[in-house]
């Protein structure tokens, strides 16, 4: 079984930065591509970026694409979601996810194994 913790949500200015964190235990994490995702008030939940169980490989959203990067840790079970020039509608609650059977990891949810419970991000105008 594994367990995703994710943290560094808050209220955030638009243009401003915030970094998540997801920490993972129960498996040897750096065997797995991991996601992130996010749901937005009224909205189905969407993909965000992933990387692969090296983090040689990387995929964005286009809308995410050039302003958050993904990242991991190995060391520290943890995968990071660096946001910058963040805007109102990045507002939402973001969901780390792992994936146990690829290396690199798809942009469906439906690959994804394992969920955290999500931590909230909220974006001023």
């Known amino acids: 079984q594994v367990q995703l913790v994710e943290s560094g949500g808050g209220l955030v200015q638009a243009g401003g930065s915030l970094r998540l964190s997801c920490a993972a235990s129960?498996?040897?994490?750096?065997?797995?591509?991991m996601g992130w995702f996010r749901q937005a008030p009224g909205k189905e939940r969407e993909f965000v970026a992933s990387i692969s169980w090296n983090g040689s490989s990387t995929t964005y959203a286009d809308s995410v694409k050039g302003r958050f990067t993904i990242s991991r840790d190995d060391a520290r079970s943890t995968v990071y979601l660096q946001m910058d020039s963040l805007k109102p509608d990045d507002t939402a609650v973001y969901y780390c996810a792992l994936d146990e059977v690829r290396v690199v990891a798809g942009i469906r949810q439906d690959e994804y194994d394992y969920w955290g419970q999500g931590t909230q991000v909220v974006v001023s105008s």
């Open positions: 129960g498996r040897t994490f750096r065997s797995y591509a």
